[in-house]
């Protein structure tokens, strides 16, 4: 019997708060010079005395406020007073005339190369709004690409360090690559993990740092689409682009999805710079204020989640002989770590339940010794979906969810009437808002809950407007279902139109509990 006999089928989330950008994690100040490897040293332009600094001014010099670039409106004249017997009634100054006429054209112009990314764009074009007489945003032109104030890739000042990870689609057995693999990946344009594909703009950046790819694939439209349809394949791409039809690949064993996890000589941290004429850079750089970083661990939220778990027959029976937390040593470093771990756990604890037969039948329930590997694992959320549920009849699952609420865990899918079956697990984490919601489409009927008894949810149309009220209101919907079992290793067409229909509804993730098929 392997280890993985609580048939783990693990998926882990990283859910991140609605900011793009971040601020960098705590301790880890930007740099004064490039990390290597990979990038090659900075080479500023000629003339450049931006470089004289090691870190660009974030702070606005003592004298801004009187240094000339501002200057403030001034009155046309003094109120005037005018009487009316013994009444002095005083008139109003006329309107403030601006120095600057509105739509003039500032003292210095701004701009950025390719690959710089669009939140530092903004975060540039904002000071071109809010400082209209010193400066003005100009388009990049290629024919004609000088600016006073241009933002580049690993060219100049350094104002932030962009995060880029290695991912595939999420269906892609491998979890690990290496650094030299993925630079040949770049000169060549595969790898072992498949071809590679990269966005316009992080073909850009990466250029700008290793040079131009002979071999990866630029793509502008149906990016997901392309690469999905093109596996085995890979990409590069920003953090903050990450999505959930992504999984991300470990480079040389370090992933961005960990708590613990630091940019510093990460080889796909990426500096952004700005360069220019030198007063220009230092008045851009007194007042930037845009993100220094893409990956705020501050908005960050862990999810793991297991396929289906029953600790039953030949699992239980291992347990008795090997120490009921065996199960959990493998899997349990990974639940543990996680900010929400999740199970679906499809039998019930029964007071009468008797010694495991390794090659019993298919009536099922749990010893309650067994509960100590679900609260050693930090179990926090308990999917209710499975179909054996009340194979022990329906006290046995009043009674084990009475077990996870005195524990402190939430559950779903199932409860202990029709009401609390149908009711979300939610959860709040580093601002992100979690539900949790699911339901048994398959029976049997004695599993199904009723309005005074216990049992997991039936699949209806109430389903999916609570999916759809839910995203509404800001919700990650994360929907489960133990769905019929087909022995067989695709997705059946009536699974796909299912699963399909509950992410039209809004459901962020959708994830089903009823593989059994090793």
Request: glycine letters at 8%.
């Amino acid at each position: 019997m392997h280890k993985n006999v609580l048939y783990i089928i693990l998926l882990t989330l990283i859910i991140t708060g609605c900011s793009s950008g971040g601020q960098p994690e705590a301790g880890n100040a930007i740099p004064a010079v490039v990390q290597n490897p990979p990038t090659p040293p900075i080479t500023p332009l000629t003339g450049d005395n931006t470089q004289q600094d090691d870190s660009p001014r974030l702070d606005p010099p003592g004298n801004s406020q009187s240094d000339g670039l501002l200057p403030t409106p001034t009155l046309a004249g003094a109120a005037q007073a005018t009487g009316a017997g013994n009444e002095t009634v005083l008139q109003p100054p006329p309107p403030p005339t601006a120095t600057f006429p509105a739509g003039g054209t500032g003292q210095y112009t701004i701009s950025a190369a390719p690959g710089v990314p669009a939140d530092l764009i903004a975060a540039a074009q904002t000071i071109a709004a809010n400082n209209r007489q010193l400066f003005s945003w100009v388009d990049a032109d290629p024919a004609n690409p000088a600016a006073d104030v241009l933002l580049t890739v690993n060219n100049g000042t350094i104002i932030a360090h962009w995060l880029y990870v290695v991912a595939a689609p999420f269906a892609t057995v491998a979890d690990d690559t290496t650094w030299p693999a993925v630079t040949a990946g770049w000169a060549s344009g595969s790898s072992e993990l498949g071809r590679l594909f990269v966005d316009p703009a992080t073909a850009a950046a990466l250029t700008a740092v290793w040079g131009p790819s002979a071999g990866a694939q630029t793509i502008a439209d149906d990016f997901i689409g392309q690469v999905w349809a093109a596996r085995p394949s890979w990409i590069i791409v920003p953090f903050e682009n990450l999505r959930p039809e992504w999984k991300v690949i470990r480079l040389d064993g370090r992933t961005p999805l960990t708590h613990d996890f630091s940019p510093d000589g990460y080889p796909l941290s990426l500096p952004m710079t700005v360069t220019g004429d030198p007063a220009a850079v230092e008045a851009f750089l007194a007042r930037w204020a845009g993100p220094t970083a893409n990956r705020n661990p501050d908005n960050l939220s862990r999810v793991a989640m297991t396929g289906v778990t029953a600790l039953v027959r030949a699992t239980a029976a291992q347990m008795e002989s090997r120490g009921i937390l065996w199960p959990g040593e493998e899997v349990g470093p990974v639940l543990q770590s996680a900010d929400i771990a999740h199970i679906s756990n499809e039998v019930s604890f029964a007071a009468d339940c008797p010694p495991p037969d390794p090659y019993g039948g298919t009536t099922f329930c749990s010893r309650d010794p067994y509960f100590e590997l679900i609260k050693h694992l930090g179990i926090d959320v308990i999917e209710l979906t499975g179909n054996h549920l009340n194979d022990y009849g329906r006290e046995p699952l009043s009674r084990t969810i009475d077990m996870y609420e005195a524990a402190g865990m939430q559950w779903f899918g199932g409860g202990r009437d029709l009401a609390d079956a149908s009711q979300a697990a939610i959860f709040e984490h580093n601002g992100n808002r979690i539900a949790f919601v699911g339901c048994n489409p398959v029976g049997p009927a004695n599993d199904w809950a009723l309005v005074d008894a216990a049992g997991s949810r039936p699949c209806g149309a109430d389903f999916l407007a609570q999916i759809a009220q839910l995203h509404s209101e800001g919700y990650i919907v994360i929907a489960t279902l133990q769905y019929n079992e087909h022995y067989v290793y695709y997705a059946p067409p009536d699974q796909v139109a299912a699963f399909s229909a509950l992410a039209e509804a809004g459901a962020t993730v959708v994830s089903g509990s009823q593989a059994h098929h090793a």
